[in-house]
């Protein structure tokens, strides 16, 4: 096993429990206060498939079941198109940093209970805008190829372009493009990994899979590793493309990083996941990590994990949480165990359990040691795949926190990894009960990405903006207090 140290001093407030049952409360939002039966958190609820050409917006009300989780805010940022979705979120400070398609937002969250929108800004409008805040830097995934005439911040952006933007957020009313840093295939999702010593900001780049997408035959394999020096941002520069840390044809998705005495990083992606040290002594360094292993779970009994997704460590780093999404999340893919598609694709015919599943894996072999399969059936009118989640920093049990589109919320206890057990949620009424002519949802939204940070659950909801919650359980979670989280990046080790 390998050593753990323990980063911060503990501190958690004290929650109230809640029961489920209807109660009148109401709700904070930027535009004003209103009141439900539920947490009915929003009306621009989703989008509307309009053919292949794109997409409409339809408005309706989205009520959530909730067990153990009280809503209380929501900033709303409404994305009546795919194409100015929500997307991922990070957290400094006192503050959220939440992207989008358009670009981002930053949000002051000092009042979990009132969320204040402190600038939208919607200047660079490349899809995905996975964000990665460090100090005055943000890092910006753009995972689609520039057509003519695009522009981010204003300035050109050279058609064909794809990688990541690094942004100058001293000011945070006045961001500042300093570099544009192309990478192979773009950037899909990006995972800060923090160099302090060295004065250095590292990105572990994942690039887009789609050949309309990528630029070079064949695609990237692996990460790819962006050096942005924190002295000179400006002279930000991507490893050369011949020497991203291969992974045996694993096709990354989602970087997961643990810092501390652990040292090592993992992706799923395709059919398994890749392991790799950053640990000198074995052969690795925080720019250039040695890749350990790679594993093809089909073959290690996850027959139907075909799209690797998601990675996040357990504070211990003794167990890697692997995450997948069949068909990209735009599909109905919770439905009850053993339902036959009305929308079937060439992977997917009927729905199974580890169509629905995280799975827990020895972190140095990568065997299954336990799984969660979702307990609450979806319907046939919600795209649900198990999407983006964190792992609670705290050495006092093993917790788990996740969004996964029109399944909404979850905590999960895995301290005992034979009995995984789901101990509060927030899951919203179908967003429509219609499907398109292909038999898949009509309406696409739901909850892109939820993690805990610093007490509360934040949610990035895909059409509606950034919601905060406060889980009521009686669990004892004694949670560090953070300077940041990005939420692909555990700074945080336990013993």
């Known amino acids: 096993m390998r050593s753990k140290s323990i980063a911060a001093a503990i501190a958690v407030a004290a929650c109230l429990a809640v029961p489920t049952a209807v109660q009148a409360h109401p709700f904070t939002t930027d535009s004003g206060v209103f009141s439900g039966e539920m947490p009915?958190?929003?009306?621009?609820?989703?989008f509307v498939a309009?053919?292949?050409?794109?997409?409409?917006?339809?408005?309706?009300?989205?009520?959530?079941?909730?067990k153990r989780l009280q809503f209380l805010s929501l900033s709303r940022r409404d994305a009546p198109t795919l194409g100015q979705a929500n997307s991922d979120i990070a957290f400094q400070g006192n503050r959220a940093y939440q992207g989008n398609f358009q670009g981002f937002r930053i949000l002051d969250?000092?009042?979990?209970?009132?969320?204040r929108q402190i600038l939208a800004y919607e200047e660079c409008a490349g899809s995905q805008g996975d964000v990665v805040v460090y100090g005055d830097i943000l890092v910006r995934s753009w995972d689609v190829r520039a057509g003519a005439?695009?522009?981010?911040?204003?300035?050109?952006?050279?058609?064909?372009?794809?990688?990541?933007?690094?942004?100058?957020?001293?000011?945070?009313?006045?961001?500042?493009?300093?570099?544009?840093v192309r990478t192979r295939c773009g950037s899909h999702t990006a995972t800060g990994v923090p160099d302090p010593a060295n004065n250095r900001l590292w990105i572990y780049n994942t690039p887009s899979y789609s050949p309309t997408n990528c630029t070079v035959d064949p695609p990237a394999a692996g990460i790819q590793v962006v050096e942005i020096p924190l002295n000179a941002p400006d002279t930000a520069q991507a490893r050369q493309f011949e020497e991203t840390t291969p992974a045996n044809n694993i096709r990354c998705h989602d970087t997961g990083v643990i810092l501390g005495d652990i040292l090592r990083a993992a992706c799923a992606g395709g059919d398994g996941i890749a392991v790799w040290t950053m640990d000198p002594a074995e052969g690795g360094s925080l720019g250039d990590p040695k890749l350990e292993y790679t594993r093809d779970l089909r073959v290690t009994g996850v027959p139907d994990?075909?799209?690797?997704?998601?990675?996040?460590?357990?504070?211990?780093?003794?167990?890697?949480?692997?995450?997948?999404?069949?068909?990209?999340?735009?599909?109905?893919?919770?439905?009850?165990?053993?339902?036959?598609?009305q929308d079937p694709t060439p992977n997917y015919q009927v729905q199974t359990d580890d169509m629905k599943s995280l799975f827990f894996l020895d972190s140095d072999t990568g065997a299954t040691r336990g799984k969660w399969t979702l307990t609450r059936d979806q319907s046939r009118f919600e795209n649900c795949t198990l999407h983006n989640y964190n792992v609670v920093?705290?050495?006092?049990?093993?917790?788990?926190?996740?969004?996964?589109?029109?399944?909404?919320?979850?905590?999960?206890?895995?301290?005992?990894?034979?009995?995984?057990?789901?101990?509060?949620?927030?899951?919203?009424?179908?967003?429509?009960?219609?499907?398109?002519?292909?038999?898949a949802p009509a309406v696409l939204g739901g909850d892109w990405s939820t993690h805990w940070y610093n007490g509360f659950v934040y949610q990035s909801d895909i059409a509606r903006g950034v919601a905060s919650w406060r889980f009521n359980g009686g669990e004892s979670f004694r949670a560090e207090k953070l300077n940041r989280l990005n939420p692909q990046t555990q700074t945080y080790t336990a013993d």
């Open 149 to 180: 005439n695009q522009t981010c911040d204003g300035e050109p952006v050279e058609p064909g372009w794809e990688g990541v933007h690094v942004f100058d957020i001293k000011d945070p009313l006045n961001p500042d493009l300093v570099a544009s």
């Open 393 to 439: 920093p705290t050495d006092k049990g093993d917790w788990l926190v996740k969004g996964s589109y029109q399944s909404g919320i979850s905590v999960l206890d895995f301290s005992d990894l034979s009995r995984v057990r789901e101990i509060g949620y927030a899951d919203p009424a179908p967003l429509s009960e219609t499907t398109s002519a292909s038999g």
């Open 50 to 66: 309009a053919g292949p050409s794109g997409y409409r917006g339809q408005t309706a009300v989205g009520d959530y079941d909730t």
């Open 109 to 115: 969250i000092s009042a979990p209970g009132n969320l």
């Open 40 to 46: 009915q958190i929003g009306l621009d609820s989703g």
């Open 305 to 341: 994990f075909k799209v690797g997704h998601s990675a996040a460590w357990s504070n211990d780093g003794e167990t890697l949480i692997i995450g997948h999404e069949p068909d990209g999340g735009v599909r109905a893919r919770c439905q009850e165990t053993g339902t036959v598609f």
